[in-house]
């Protein structure tokens, strides 16, 4: 396994945690990982985004211009990140708020109301685990149960009451990928 | 021992604490604020002492008055705030006292960006401030070297007396990756008869870097070149990936050295023969390794985060015996793999078409 995967979207919406999930499991399921963060002077508003790599062997380069997996949380993010998925590889599509749709007929796009799902879970800055469970569905990098772990280990403090919702956004995330392919 | 996860930034710190850091002294400038902000809460635990210095000249000099006292010292900071202490490196070095200076470069020159460069070679590798005078520069590419050299370079500042520098960039700094971080023993260091300890019942310590009058400046410049030559002899360290058949060997350090590790790979999954060597020690440099190296090779292909820097030594290690290509980006670019693999297969396309 080699798959380097990028999660952007707007400052806030919590793509560099998401990362950080998804690379705690894959070092939790013995996987080679690194995450690597674009630092800026960036806050909520602006971008935010992580390249997460998990691998079987050593990992070189933790950057890289055609990653296996997107996950597009805003119009921008989709404008970038589109074109640059490896052919066979996979991009998830916040919905809620990205209207364009891709024409790559050489990856599978999924698209995820991620947003709406949250506002329905009563927070929507829950978008992004909702994201996440849909990647973890359909691509299975990394197991469901290993995303739990890493979200009780890694949720600060002051958000562990949140690691119910948590777990609950990573299955409806799940869920929309299960009605798709149930067509 | 379990792997963690962690930050760059606090990995380097976290080892610097393990190495016995007794002192801490900085000032914050990005990317590698977390450093100092991991040492602020671990330093205090532990009764050693933090201090946040009003500039990076201050906080230099701190470290310079630490290192007279026999502590294990250290501060941290990126290109610009390298910049402004080397007044203070060149003294510390005079004196010849131990200190372990990171510095976590970022694009330059000026303020300069924020992102990962590597344009401070120049000035880490061959003195840097006034004087006649060169530190050891271990360059770094995971985090687990990080945490390793970190370790290594206090022991290296003890033994030459000296200090002895870390070259990273802003993403060794920003990076999250496994590491295992050793248990050390108190660290054993060498006796210290010169430290400014108070000089009760034995005669006191001098520690100057001022030598009014010839003679015995020239003296101290011929022991400092000494130590240099011993450190030359004993310190050199590298690495080597897929040398074996190669007809192109990138040379790159750092980040630069991982991004190409992952476009010889690639290079070699196409059939072009291509390895890596990765200097460790960009102070002592290995221009013998590299020398042999390359004469089993038909093309190097220099790469940086900078205008081309390391090139020189690349140059005067081979002699231009054979054709030295060049790519770099500067700035804070950092180029993919696919873009390093471009220039490979650029050197490799004539070759190949030969056969």
């Known amino acids: ?183 | 021992m379990a792997k963690i996860l962690m930050k760059g930034n606090e990995a380097i710190a976290e080892a610097a604490i393990r190495a016995g850091c007794q002192a801490y002294f900085g000032y914050p400038i990005t990317p590698q604020t977390e450093l100092l902000e991991y040492m602020s809460r671990r330093m205090v635990e532990l009764g050693r002492v933090f201090l946040q210095a009003e500039s990076e000249l201050s906080a230099i000099n701190m470290v310079y008055g630490a290192a007279c006292a026999g502590a294990r010292v250290m501060t941290s900071t990126s290109s610009p705030g390298f910049s402004l202490m080397q007044e203070g490196i060149s003294y510390i070095v005079c004196s010849e006292v131990p200190a372990v200076v990171i510095n976590v470069m970022r694009g330059g020159p000026g303020l300069g960006n924020i992102q990962p460069a590597q344009g401070d070679y120049f000035q880490m590798t061959k003195g840097g401030g006034h004087g006649d005078y060169n530190v050891i520069v271990l360059a770094p590419t995971t985090l687990q070297e990080a945490i390793d050299l970190t370790i290594l370079a206090f022991d290296l500042a003890d033994k030459y007396r000296s200090l002895v520098t870390i070259i990273a960039d802003g993403m060794i700094g920003q990076i999250m990756e496994p590491v295992e971080l050793p248990e050390i023993e108190p660290p054993q260091r060498p006796e210290q008869p010169w430290a400014l300890t108070g000089a009760k019942g034995r005669e006191k310590n001098i520690i100057t870097s001022l030598y009014l009058g010839g003679l015995p400046l020239e003296k101290v410049n011929l022991r400092l070149q000494e130590t240099l030559e011993e450190i030359k002899g004993n310190e050199v360290r590298y690495a080597e990936y897929m040398l074996e058949g190669a007809e192109i060997v990138v040379v790159a350090y750092g980040t630069a050295g991982r991004i190409a590790q992952t476009a010889i790979k690639e290079a070699r999954e196409e059939g072009i023969p291509a390895g890596l060597f990765r200097p460790i020690t960009m102070f002592p440099f290995p221009y013998d390794r590299l020398d042999e190296v390359a004469k089993g090779v038909e093309h190097l292909l220099v790469f940086e985060l900078n205008a081309g820097q390391m090139l020189e030594d690349v140059h005067l290690a081979t002699r231009d015996r054979l054709p030295i290509h060049f790519y770099g980006k500067m700035g804070g670019v950092v180029p993919s793999p696919a873009e390093v693999l471009a220039e490979i297969e650029k050197i490799a396309s004539p070759q190949r078409g030969e056969r």
């Open chain 1, 1 to 183: 396994m080699h798959e380097q995967i990028i999660i952007s979207g707007f400052g806030g919406q919590g793509a560099l945690f998401a990362g950080q999930v998804l690379t705690y499991a894959g070092l939790k399921e013995g996987r080679n990982v690194t995450w690597l963060p674009s630092y800026g002077p960036e806050m909520r508003g602006g971008t935010a985004r992580c390249t997460v790599t998990l691998s079987d062997e050593p990992i070189g380069s933790p950057i890289t211009d055609s990653p296996t997996v997107v996950i597009a949380m805003n119009p921008p993010s989709m404008e970038m990140f589109e074109p640059r998925v490896k052919p066979g590889g996979f991009l998830f599509v916040n919905s809620s708020i990205v209207s364009t749709d891709s024409t790559r007929k050489d990856i599978t796009t999924i698209q995820v109301p991620a947003n709406d799902i949250a506002e329905e879970l009563g927070n929507e800055r829950m978008a992004n685990m909702v994201l996440l469970g849909a990647l973890i569905r359909a691509t299975g990098v990394i197991s469901m149960k290993s995303a739990t772990v890493a979200l009780e280990e890694n949720l600060p403090e002051r958000r562990r009451h949140l690691l119910p919702l948590n777990e609950k956004a990573l299955r409806q995330g799940a869920e929309v990928v299960e009605k798709v392919a149930r067509g």
